[in-house]
């Protein structure tokens, strides 16, 4: 499966693994707090009221930490209401109407924030990566609000941003790294730290936002749904426990050796909530894991061997996978193939383990006939 894309994604420290139940300590637990969704919507004397409680059980509206991926081990899934951010402007007032987010078992809510971003998608990822971007119905959506949002606003728009993101993520081949952003083992460093890994086994479009009146312009909802493959035996996919390094940590051990930092120079492909990684970066990702189970193990924290032999597994394949045509999408992108991932994957396929992809290719150019796309 050559091209390929891994994703990151952003979660909070918890006190307890990443599972169903709320925070033994949350108001201990002020890292998560640091995360401005958690932080303005936090009900502290309900969660100390509930703590250790299964989300299952309580108004999982209360518990906004859900949707920044707090749960993303729990096996119970959830459902909460999300609100239009723009709902109250004049012209969508009364038009755009509150919409159920539903979750289901060991899942993220996967939000590419920065491809949503007006300046970034122009700048940075650029508008030729989506080709049926307009220009035109951004510019009309301000006109309709009367002002410029930094965000993607036309729902056209976002569901092809959202589209194009998601399309060189192969559930079955696709990785996705769960990363902290702030954790007692950050107060000195602003690096990212490594939870864990997992294949990405479905990705769900998110619908669209629920509306009447006829607004001015269609409004996508943004969190993809990613599943993924990681559970408690750690046969497919592998979370480092952190939570056992803290009474180490605090009885004066030197715990570095068990931390799993991302790799250095990645800092876009660990930011902004949800990113992609290339084969490469997720190798370097893989090592770092790999590198910090080996360290917890000398610490005397137990982690499976299954979930070791997971990461030594992970790391060869995808050494295999970059194999000779690690360029093919990029090529393929250059001469004008408008879905360079997808293209690349079904070459692969077409060419099997005895055929040079490259050779196809230049037998499908030279009899357009032959094309296998």
Not at 261 to 276: I, K, L, N
Request: charge should be negative; glycine fraction near 6%.
């Amino acid at each position: 499966m050559a091209g390929i894309q891994h994703l990151s994604m952003r979660v909070p420290w918890r006190d307890r693994s990443w599972d169903q139940f709320i925070c033994d300590d949350p108001l201990g637990n002020s890292s998560c707090t640091l995360l401005t969704a958690i932080s303005k919507g936090r009900d502290d004397s309900f969660e100390v009221a509930h703590a250790g409680a299964g989300i299952d059980a309580l108004d999982q509206n209360q518990l906004p930490c859900l949707s920044e991926r707090a749960t993303f081990m729990s096996p119970v899934g959830y459902t909460v209401v999300k609100q239009h951010p723009y709902r109250h402007s004049r012209a969508l007032q009364g038009k755009l109407h509150d919409t159920h987010v539903t979750l289901p078992g060991y899942a993220f809510e996967a939000v590419p924030f920065r491809w949503m971003n007006r300046e970034v998608f122009a700048h940075e990822v650029g508008h030729e990566r989506v080709p049926s971007f307009s220009q035109v119905a951004e510019d009309a959506v301000d006109a309709v609000l009367n002002s410029t949002p930094p965000w993607v606003m036309d729902g056209g728009n976002q569901r092809a941003i959202m589209d194009a993101f998601f399309e060189p993520v192969a559930p079955g081949d696709s990785l996705v790294f769960a990363y902290l952003k702030h954790s007692p083992f950050q107060e000195q460093r602003t690096d990212r730290l490594l939870i864990g890994a997992a294949r990405v086994t479905r990705v769900t479009p998110p619908p669209m936002w629920n509306q009447s009146g006829n607004p001015p312009f269609k409004s996508a909802m943004w969190e993809t749904v990613v599943e993924h493959s990681l559970r408690a035996d750690m046969t497919d996919g592998v979370l480092l426990p952190y939570q056992q390094l803290i009474s180490l940590m605090d009885a004066g051990i030197d715990v570095d050796k068990a931390l799993a930092w991302a790799p250095e120079g990645r800092v876009v492909e660990f930011s902004y909530v949800t990113e992609h990684l290339s084969d490469d970066a997720a190798i370097e990702a893989l090592t770092s894991l790999q590198s910090a189970a080996d360290g917890m193990r000398e610490l005397g924290v137990d982690l499976p061997d299954t979930g070791r032999e997971w990461l030594q597994a992970q790391i060869e394949r995808l050494w295999q996978l970059r194999g000779p045509v690690p360029g093919l999408p990029g090529f393929l992108k250059t001469i004008g193939v408008q879905q360079p991932y997808v293209a690349a994957r079904a070459v692969m396929a077409e060419a099997g383990d005895d055929t040079d992809p490259w050779d196809l290719l230049q037998t499908v150019f030279a009899d357009p006939g032959l094309d296998p796309l």
